[in-house]
């Protein structure tokens, strides 16, 4: 167990539907880090928060917004789902000023 | 052209062989350069990491940097079955965000 919680393990759902995808980050971890895996493209930068603010953006769709919660804990929203959103999601968490994250086992998305 | 390139592979070689997994890069301001290893249906662990050029070793592990021709390279010695995987390199400059590669999926043959 990495310390990095994310759920659900796995979604499916049609195109078109909203769904959130959430995270806690490790204990003392400030920085939520989201990722897109898919197999031609590897791993893609989302977004990234520190201890509640935005901090860095990087390949989000318009379709896709996330937040950082007081407690830490974040969410990934997707919404408009096409078939080409089917990936692997990630959360990785890491301490300020830190060289490595944490990662998550990731949340498997299937667009039906 | 992206920031960071990783032959995808699959490699597969004999137990005990020595693994040799690389990656080029085009942005000279990448300081930090870090290897990540997937096992099937988990999340990225961090293997090895280095700063600037030269080389780490860590057990089995060896990372290697040249920035001068913008390579990294991580070698596995006397691979195990439980090498199999797919190893990630990544890279980052001063800013916040990390560039990964495609990664490399790797099998070792008992």
């Known amino acids: 167990d990495s310390g990095v919680t994310q759920t659900p393990k796995h979604l499916i759902t049609a195109t078109g539907q909203r769904v959130t995808l959430r995270c806690s980050p490790r204990s003392g971890d400030l920085s939520v880090y989201w990722y897109q895996q898919s197999l031609d493209q590897g791993l893609q930068f989302l977004i990234q928060y520190y201890n509640g603010e935005e901090r860095a953006k990087g390949n989000i769709l318009e379709r896709f917004s996330a937040q950082q919660f007081p407690d830490l804990h974040s969410e990934l929203n997707l919404s408009s789902l096409e078939l080409g959103d089917s990936a692997l999601y990630f959360c990785?968490?890491?301490?300020?000023?830190?060289?490595?994250?944490?990662f998550g086992s990731g949340t498997r998305l299937t667009v039906v | 052209q992206k920031e960071v390139e990783q032959d995808p592979g699959p490699l597969s070689v004999p137990e005990g062989a020595i693994v040799s997994l690389n990656c080029t890069y085009s942005n000279s301001a990448f300081q930090y350069f870090m290897w990540y290893r997937q096992y099937s249906r988990k999340g990225p662990e961090l293997l090895m990491y280095?700063?600037?050029?030269g080389n780490k070793e860590d057990g089995r592990f060896t990372a290697q940097v040249d920035k001068s021709s913008k390579y990294i390279s991580l070698f596995i010695r006397d691979s195990q079955p439980s090498d199999s995987a797919t190893y990630l390199c990544a890279m980052k400059h001063t800013g916040n965000q990390f560039y990964f590669g495609t990664g490399t999926s790797l099998t070792v043959i008992p």
């Open positions: 280095t700063y600037s050029s």
């Open positions: 990785a968490s890491s301490v300020p000023g830190g060289l490595g994250y944490t």
